[in-house]
């Protein structure tokens, strides 16, 4: 399917929407593949627990790397500004990268890992080289999403789905091969992310590369370093407060009546919703790319399938098939198997409103509005923050249930809110249409 044709079928939607949803999926694997080959190491629990630390650290200075898949698929409509794009992502990189050796290599590491992410002293030396490899993924991270941004814009999205399986391949032959060898330290796991993301950040660039030469003029109309900085930071916090939104509640869950129970059922309930929600974390471009060209079929479209996850999460929690979930996938014990459950269903609320506020920041991107998407995130977190100190301070003994009801307030209040702003904007247009 073309990326100017003007008309399209549902099947063609799907074509688009589903490889993008099942590439988002298939990424979750990526730990699961790391996770399985450090089990087998020496002292597994602290190989486990080092590489821990090192990718959660990894995961907040990777926030604005990632923006760039976004800011590309948006902005860039030409060769030249495709290379302005470029340029700016690698000083983006390159404070990331020396900020991140700059720490690495003065005494703040210590604090850093002891202090903020609660390790022990004997921790810090694997955590320190585990991360100065995962560094380097930021590297490729970038350059990927940069080309994906193309390859996504031009509606090849099949591409994502292929080059993710070839990536999940290509790290468990790894895995097999470090395990073969005997070599498992929380240093196996950092280089097996980098070679998943080298072999896919390869694939990215070449298809990218056809795609640029093929669709793009050499130059249409200048892109700004101020038009990339307006869409691009906005977008960053609103990524970095969804990052810190977790933490959050876990501080506050440590006051619940039980604590062990309340946060280890919060923590399995959150990951099994995430899990359900991965397909939709690209929905904002089928906003980006389809919805100028046919808004009614793209909402036709997305109304019955934004609807699936919060199915999925009602069979689970109203059947049996719940029950033996937790206990033979999860290999939760009876007790956290039903507290899990209990937490879950306040979990329904999120599924059923995730999908919606993806899809309506995607036109708040269209319209490049993305300092209203940061109001409506700013919006989640503190009704987040609000919600779950009031409900533990009065209701400690709902446990893990109160954080996954902070959780989905705190979703349904940015929605409302990114609602409002999207119903100002589309006002707003029509009475520039009238005049």
Partial sequence: MGARENQFTYRELAAFFVPLGFSASLTSITHVIINGTLSR????????????????LFGIIER????????????????????????????????????SMLMS?????????????????????????????TVLVIIFSGIRGI??????????????????????????????????????TSMTGAWIFLIGMMIECLISVWKGKELLKTHYPEK???????????????????????????????VFLAQSNEIELSIASFALAYSITIMLLSFFMYTHQLVL????????????????????????????CYTPAGFWFMETVMGADES?????????????IKTLVFPWVDFLNGFLMLQRMTRRMLAAQIGNMLVVCVSVFLLVALYPQLNGIN??????????????????????????KRSLASD
């Fill in 41 to 56: 190491g020496e002292d597994a629990a602290f190989i486990i627990a080092c590489y821990a630390v090192a990718i959660s």
């Fill in 64 to 99: 604005p790397i990632i923006v760039f898949r976004q800011t590309c698929s948006t902005l860039v409509k030409d060769i030249t500004a495709f290379k302005k794009l470029n340029k700016f992502m690698f000083i983006v990189i390159g404070i990331i990268i020396a900020l």
């Fill in 105 to 133: 290599f003065t005494p703040l590491e210590d604090w850093v890992y002891i202090r903020l992410f609660n390790a022990h002293e004997n921790m810090v030396t694997t955590i320190s080289t585990t991360f100065k490899v």
């Fill in 147 to 184: 080309y994906q941004g193309i390859i996504i814009k031009q509606l090849a999205t099949q591409w994502l789905s292929i080059m993710v399986v070839i990536r999940l391949f290509a790290m468990f032959l790894a895995s097999y091969l470090f395990v073969l060898f005997g070599y498992v």
């Fill in 220 to 250: 249409r109309k200048e892109l700004k370093n101020k038009e990339i900085a307006n869409f691009y930071f906005p977008l960053v916090f609103y990524f970095v407060i969804q990052t810190i939104l977790i933490p959050v509640i876990y």
């Fill in 289 to 316: 790319q389809l919805y100028q060209k046919n808004k009614r079929k793209v909402i036709i479209f997305f109304t019955p399938v934004s609807l699936l996850p919060a199915i999925s999460l009602i069979i689970l």
């Fill in 336 to 348: 956290l198997s039903l507290a899990t459950l209990a937490v879950l269903k306040f979990f329904i």
């Fill in 403 to 428: 954080g996954a009801l902070a959780a989905s307030l705190g979703e349904l209040t940015g929605l409302l809110i990114v609602i409002a702003i999207v119903m100002h904007a589309v006002k707003g």
